[in-house]
């Protein structure tokens, strides 16, 4: 007898076995012809998860949306979007930026209200608690907390409003009074720089006198012009308050206290006479001595009235407009020079008057 192979021996034992039938449930059953029977066992579905039917905050929404993400580093090769720029009016959209605003904000509140109402929710539990169940009841505390957030915010923004309108009507207040302040000072000034010019008047009239009588004896071709201003520029100084003008004959209810020889003389003069040098010198000199008591009455009349405006809290700048000529013009020459060398070596300004041993030399 022959030797079999295992090939021949393995095909020998398997023949005639018949083969068992297997249900294929992954295919729906077909006649021959392919057509399915309506009986015909149909495929089976995956089973539905039935969805939490609980309306979410948009705030816990997004929560969700960021929660679901896969936490894991990006593959190589892949590119990271670029951060998105929060948009106008400070309100964030991302799950970090919401983490990030005060607690004292209606984000804020919103969250720390939505951890708590998940801590509460996530405790230990007879019967399990689904994930919808927990996001629902932190979204209804986000809500809560954003809202009593919200409140707080505008409790705060009217409470700020309300106290920048109280400093607003405390400096439109200030400034009235400060209006109303300013109006009765410029009014006192002006009332009290009134009377300072009453009072420097004679001052005024007989610094006029003085520097015509001075103008008049520097002339170097003297004429009977010359001589009649330098006459009446010393009776203005005489008497400040003479109403006689320059041309008209003196008279006694004119010249006032100017005497009866000056008053003459001033007439001849108008009438052609001259004068000569030696009295055209007496008369400068009669009109200086007597314009120094008018300097030394204009600086105390000055200080009485700085002494006022500052006790009345005014300005004195603004009262007293001083009247006493600096040192160096024709009313008030340099008196500090013996010689004129003296003078020269000074380098005064041009127009500077000197009086150099009782006469009177301008810089040129």
Avoid: C
């Avoid at 919200?150 to 209006?179: H, N, S, T």
């Avoid at 009776?235 to 003479?242: E, G, L």
């Amino acid at each position: 007898m022959a030797q079999m192979t295992p090939a021949q021996r393995f095909l020998m034992m398997t023949q005639g076995r018949q083969t068992r039938p297997v249900a294929n449930m992954m295919r729906q059953y077909q006649t021959p012809a392919g057509i399915t029977p309506r009986m015909a066992l149909q495929r089976p579905q995956p089973p539905t998860i039935a969805q939490p039917t609980a309306r979410m905050s948009p705030m816990m929404q997004r929560v969700a949306q960021q929660a679901a993400m896969p936490r894991m580093t990006p593959p190589a090769g892949t590119t990271t979007p670029p951060p998105t720029t929060p948009p106008a009016g400070g309100q964030t959209g991302g799950f970090m930026d919401a983490f990030s605003q005060p607690l004292s904000s209606p984000m804020g509140q919103a969250i720390s209200q939505a951890a708590l109402a998940g801590a509460r929710a996530s405790d230990y539990r007879d019967t399990p608690v689904s994930l919808g169940r927990v996001l629902a009841e932190m979204g209804a505390a986000a809500s809560g907390g954003y809202q009593a957030g919200l409140k707080e915010e505008r409790a705060a923004e009217a409470a700020d409003f309300a106290r920048r309108m109280q400093l607003m009507q405390f400096a439109q207040k200030e400034r009235e009074i400060a209006g109303t302040l300013g109006k009765e000072t410029f009014t006192n000034e002006k009332q009290l720089r009134g009377e300072f010019d009453k009072q420097a008047k004679n001052f005024d009239e007989a610094r006029l006198g003085f520097e015509k009588v001075q103008k008049a004896a520097m002339t170097e071709t003297p004429t009977g012009a010359t001589d009649l201003a330098l006459i009446f520029g010393y009776m203005k100084v005489i008497d400040p308050t003479s109403v006689v003008r320059e041309g008209e004959f003196a008279t006694a209810e004119k010249a006032g206290g100017v005497s009866e020889q000056l008053r003459n003389l001033y007439n001849k003069v108008r009438t052609g006479q001259r004068l000569t040098q030696e009295v055209r010198d007496q008369f400068v000199q009669a009109a200086r001595t007597q314009f120094q008591p008018y300097m030394d009455m204009q600086r105390n009349i000055e200080n009485r009235y700085t002494n006022l405006s500052e006790a009345y809290k005014l300005d004195p700048t603004k009262v007293v407009l001083s009247r006493i000529p600096k040192v160096g013009t024709l009313a008030n020459p340099y008196t500090t020079f013996t010689t004129e060398a003296d003078a020269e070596a000074a380098n005064l300004p041009k127009g500077t008057y000197v009086m150099i041993g009782g006469q009177l030399y301008v810089e040129e």
